[in-house]
């Protein structure tokens, strides 16, 4: 071999070293956590991935995650997490197969969900607390929790992630859930923002939450005007449940096993008079739906007796979907200390007292450190009815000496009517209900939810008009 052609292939050598210096381990297009595809899905444009994050190698803890880039220009969309609430229940199974993410499970084939909020945003669903869903901890003792853990493990799930797609950490980020996640996500935040103080890691610009549980006793104590206001109790029954039993306070009672026999009496007149065959989480829904709708058991104990506990919708297909092993080899999932995947789980031992403290105070604190905040309500919800909502939203702009810059107005979707909605503060804090939605808004109404969604992600009031 003669030297001109030695010297060719030296050049083309250091070259090739350049280039594996300047470029990463991987592609994008490589990436060890990319889904390939999902068995049954339809085709699309955009990329998925999945995968662990282990948030405690001493206790071997990690959170498993599902990713959806957005649909189109996914390098200029926002990063938006989705938690789902329980506590204990999936945002895998839930939000992304149930509500707001691209596909869901019809059965052996997944369809296409046209309101995905992947339309707008970069979307990851993470599967937290630890025992939930596919996350696992090797020590069962490790899934013995309460708020203040699952944020710390939250927030180092979030900075270990930016490790994997380092792309996407100085997006605009937005947190956002529903019914527990009014725990699980205001706490995150405070957490995120306390971090920026030291070190800008977050670049934090909203929250927005569903239904939310944000102080126990009006949260609680709500669902009394909203039975009797629907038709759903008796005036005789309603009269017992406001002057002899505390809602709240029954349900504080239930956790710590000491239910007075006269409360237990009304209840119980309560359960017989709403009856079990009417969905507590939307008055106006069938009952033979997607066990999906259980995901709030955990708040709403009066329901958990043995009969509906039964999944009366025995084809269950987020169930049947996901523990299917074809669909946990795609998803890059697996199985530790549980023989299968449930929609909430039943392994997890949750700290259920932290009910009690309130989060509003945090809410008001995230609003004063510039973050936007939207709460909303499904209006058809009996759990966590609008009513408690709307008077704590009130409240928390009293105390932030926030006026009214959106006076309480109808928004529209198209040419209907989505719900109405109020604003504070330059729009800084806003409430507004989905009209016709359930306790699981984007499930029971997409297209309004996605109006709202993106609304929200503009930093812009809702459609006033049908033009």
């Known amino acids: 071999m003669d030297c001109k052609t030695w010297n060719t292939i030296a050049m083309a050598l250091v070259l090739l070293l350049h280039l594996s210096l300047i470029m990463p ?17 339809p085709h699309v444009g955009f990329q998925q991935y999945s995968g662990y994050v282990t948030v405690d190698d001493k206790k071997d803890k990690a959170l498993f995650y599902y990713f959806v880039e957005s649909e189109t220009d996914p390098a200029s969309k926002p990063l938006v997490l989705w938690l789902n ?41 993470l599967e937290t607390p630890i025992g939930v869903g596919f996350s696992y901890a090797k020590d069962e003792s490790n899934m013995t929790l309460g708020d203040k853990e699952t944020a710390r493990d939250n927030v180092m799930f979030l900075k ?16 956002t859930g529903e019914s527990y996640a009014g725990h699980y996500v205001p706490q995150l935040a405070k957490l995120m923002i306390d971090f920026n103080k030291k070190e800008k890691i977050f670049n934090l610009k909203g929250i927005a939450l569903g239904n939310p549980v944000l102080e126990y006793a009006t949260d609680f104590n709500s669902r009394a005007e909203f039975f009797w206001s629907h038709g759903l ?17 029954y349900v504080s009672e239930y956790y710590r096993d000491s239910v007075s026999p006269l409360c237990s009496k009304v209840m119980s007149q309560v359960s017989t008079e709403t009856s079990k065959f009417v969905d507590k989480y939307d008055v106006t829904l069938d009952v033979c739906i997607s066990s999906v709708l259980s995901q709030s058991k955990a708040i ?4 958990q007796q043995k009969s509906e506990m039964i999944d009366v919708c025995v084809d269950d297909k987020v169930i049947n979907y996901l523990n299917r092993r074809d669909v946990q080899e795609a998803l890059h999932a697996k199985l530790v200390g549980v023989r299968k995947w449930d929609v909430c789980s039943n392994v997890l031992d949750y700290d259920m007292l932290n009910l009690e403290i309130p989060t509003l105070p945090i809410v008001g604190s995230i609003v004063k450190a510039g973050v936007q905040v939207l709460i909303y309500s499904g209006d058809q919800d009996s759990v966590i009815p609008l009513t408690g909502t709307r008077t704590l939203v009130q409240k928390l702009a009293r105390q932030l000496a926030l006026n009214t810059t959106v006076p309480y107005r109808v928004w529209f979707e198209g040419q209907q009517v989505g719900g109405w909605t109020q604003g504070y503060g330059d729009n800084k804090l806003s409430f507004a209900t989905i009209r016709g939605a359930s306790h699981e808004a984007p499930f029971s109404q997409p297209e309004r939810s996605l109006t ?3 609304s929200f992600l503009q930093g812009r009031p809702l459609p006033a008009n049908i033009f």
């Not at 969900?113 to 979307?123: C, F, K, L």
């Not at 792309?167 to 947190?175: A, E, G, N, T, V």
């Open 25 to 41: 381990v991987f592609s994008f297009s490589s990436h060890p956590d990319r889904i390939l595809r999902l068995p049954g899905q």
């Open 300 to 303: 709403c104990p009066q329901t």
């Open 233 to 249: 109790i008796s005036d005789s029954t309603y009269k017992m449940f406001t002057s002899v039993c505390n809602y709240s306070r």
């Open 160 to 175: 270990l992630w930016f490790n994997k797609f380092p792309q996407y950490r100085q997006r605009d980020l937005f947190l």
């Open 85 to 125: 609430g329980g506590p204990g229940c999936s945002s895998l199974g839930v939000g992304a197969f149930s509500e707001n993410g691209p596909f869901r499970p019809n059965g052996e084939v997944l369809i296409q969900n046209y309101y995905s909020w992947n339309r707008e945003a970069n979307m990851l669903y």
């Open 452 to 454: 709202l969604f993106r």
